[in-house]
């Protein structure tokens, strides 16, 4: 139906590897949005798609749009400890400013 | 400029009460969302008013109700407290209505129901 699957649920890395999370939709998507929210925190935002095969790079995050409007992925390079957190994908509704929200990846990194 | 902020910080309530949660957006926006984020879930999705009328429904009882105000801040009513209430609620808000919009989350409120 209306949900956006997130995965993988956890992921653990040592300092300096590398991250991704996917997001996966049924149906095709007017837009994407990610957030990241720390232990403790509130969702903060990072980036939107919205074209087909859309990439947007922010220092050592890359955002991906698939060329199909129905998947996207965050891809961190040599992670750090500030990296910790939930990353969450979310997909806008057409007519209203509703988000719906994937379960998030929740990455943790080892110094 | 100020954040989205919202009160109280934390709440505990028993079940059966009632509780009122506030927002206030940041200064010029005028669409106000709600939503309620248990642990280890993401933020679901509640309630959004702009230009104080309802423009979204979540799927969510008639238990929880929502109200914006003439400067834009917003209340969150939740009647009949159940167990299954107890999360964190966040305000977002945005500069307009539609989803392309950034939305700029509050710190929320915990609220515990026992």
């Known amino acids: 139906g209306q949900q956006v699957m997130q995965i993988p649920q956890y992921q653990h890395v040592q300092e300096g590897e590398d991250f991704t999370t996917y997001c996966n939709s049924s149906?095709?998507?007017?837009?994407i949005q990610w957030y990241k929210q720390r232990p403790g925190g509130h969702p903060v935002f990072l980036i939107q798609?919205?074209?087909?095969?859309e990439v947007k790079k922010q220092k050592r995050l890359t955002f991906q749009f698939g060329e199909a409007k129905k998947n996207s992925s965050l891809h961190i390079t040599a992670t750090q400890t500030t990296d910790v957190g939930t990353y969450f994908c979310?997909?806008?509704?057409?007519?209203?400013?509703?988000?719906?929200f994937g379960q998030g990846t929740t990455l943790q990194v080892k110094p | 400029d100020a954040g989205v902020t919202q009160s109280p910080t934390h709440l505990i309530k028993t079940r059966g009460q009632q509780v009122t949660l506030r927002c206030s957006p940041i200064?010029?926006?005028?669409?106000v969302s709600w939503y309620q984020q248990v642990l280890g879930q993401g933020p679901q999705f509640i309630f959004q008013?702009?230009?104080?009328?309802?423009?979204g429904r979540g799927n969510f009882p008639d238990r929880f109700s929502a109200r914006q105000f003439p400067n834009y801040s917003s209340e969150l009513n939740v009647n009949a407290l159940l167990l299954g209430d107890s999360a964190l609620y966040l305000c977002?808000?945005?500069?307009?209505?539609?989803?392309?919009?950034?939305?700029?989350f509050g710190p929320g409120t915990r609220l515990t129901v026992l």
């Open positions: 798609l919205v074209k087909s095969g």
């Open positions: 200064s010029g926006h005028k669409s």
């Open positions: 977002a808000s945005s500069r307009d209505w539609d989803s392309y919009n950034e939305q700029f």
């Open positions: 149906t095709t998507l007017s837009n």
């Open positions: 979310s997909k806008g509704s057409s007519n209203t400013g509703k988000l719906i």
């Open positions: 008013y702009y230009e104080k009328e309802e423009r």
